[in-house]
Each structure stands twice: as structure tokens, then as C-alpha cells.
């Protein structure tokens, strides 16, 4: 009987992280970007946790593999898409752009497409057993998420062009599915020599969030694309 519970814990756990990513999307389908971005970071730390208790209670199984999949690219990529498509309504448009503003925001669901396309790599691709090869769809998320948020009366703004955002769209859309190679935070012991670059993020992540707040996420997110190339050159 024990079995048989807790062999459906990591899908309960993936179903709410689905479940937050489709709050998440309403919250920004209304323009409530700090809602959407507290629902993100819910669906992520459930996506952390359908992993772990996978992980620890050998609940496998081709199903949990499939959902993990479905809910974190309505987490991590419906979510973020309608975010930006919020963000491309509200923007201020230069009366030589009037006529495209009707059909720009459609553009925001790229990241949608290019997050599935991120996932399903993810799935069948050997060599991210233990890092990434790519954005991860959970750290994109996050920084459109944290953007929103953060610079909201900037983004809409005169001084921001829409084409400026489109061009963020494409640039994300591009690392989620480029062959850039990603650390990634999983553990396998916590000495310093195997995890430094891990500790280093995580510390100068804390620091940004202490000091940014909001905004803090965004910059974390840079930092770690920044980190990942970085070290990618060295290697």
C-alpha cells in the first residue's frame, strides 16, 4: 500500500507545479507581474521537488516523464510568453509602428515554442545528465518573470522600443535551444573544489536579491548566462 503512494508523489508534485504555472499565467495574462513571478518561483521549487522525491523513492516511470515535460513549458514557457505578450499591449508605440502593434505581442509566444523545443532536447539528449546545454526553461522564466516586475515603468515607457523587447525575445528564444553549455545546481557532494562556480552563483545571487529585490532575479539569471559562457571559454 506504501508503494503504491508514494510512487505517485513526484506526479502530485508535478501537477502543482502545472497547476501554479496556469495561476502564473493568468496572473500575467492580467498584468500582474509580481503575482506571476511569486507563481513561478512555486512552480519551480516544485519542479525542484518532483525530481528529488523521484530521485529518493525510485518512482520512475515514462508518464512522470511526459507530465514533467507538459508542465514546465506552461510554467516556464506559456507563463513567460504571456507575460511578454502583457508587456507588448502596454508598451508605447511610435506612431510609425500604430499599425503593427495589433499583431507584435503575438511574437512573445516564441518562447513558448522554443521551450518545448528546450525540453524535449533536454529529454533526449545524453550529454545533460549532470549540466546544461542551453538556458534552462525554469531560469528563463524567471527572468522575464523578475523583468516585469522589476522595470515595468521602464519597459512601457517611451524610452523603451518595442523592438528592444522583440529583440530580447529572440535573443532568449536562441539560448534556450543554443549548444552553450550551462552549470548546473544539482549536488553531488558539497566540497568546495567540485561546486565553486556553484557556490559562487549562489552567493552572488543572494547578494543581488538583497540588493535588487525584484529586480534581483533578472540579474541572477544574467549572471549565470554570463558565468556558464565564462567558464565554457576556459574549458
Known sequence: MANRITRHIPNVLTCLNLFSGCVASIMAFEARYEMALLFIIISALFDFLDGLAARALHA??????????????????????????????????????????????????????????????????????TSFIGLPVPANALFWASLAAGFHPLLISAKFH???????????????????????????????????????FLLLSALLLIILQIKGFAAAILCYILISIGTCHKK
Open 60 to 129: 520512475y516511470s515514462a508518464i512522470g516523464k511526459d507530465l514533467d515535460s507538459l508542465a514546465d513549458d506552461v510554467s516556464f514557457g506559456v507563463a513567460p510568453s504571456l507575460i511578454v505578450f502583457s508587456l507588448f499591449k502596454e508598451m508605447h508605440y511610435p506612431a510609425y509602428m500604430e499599425p503593427l502593434a495589433g499583431w507584435l505581442p503575438y511574437l512573445a509566444f516564441l518562447l513558448s515554442v522554443f521551450s518545448a523545443l528546450r525540453l524535449a532536447k533536454f529529454n533526449n539528449d545524453t550529454r545533460q545528465a
Open 162 to 200: 518595442p523592438l528592444y523587447l522583440l529583440l530580447l525575445v529572440c535573443l532568449f528564444s536562441w539560448l534556450l535551444v543554443s549548444e552553450i553549455p550551462m552549470f548546473s545546481l544539482k549536488f553531488k557532494s558539497f566540497s568546495w573544489k567540485d561546486n565553486k562556480i556553484s557556490f559562487c
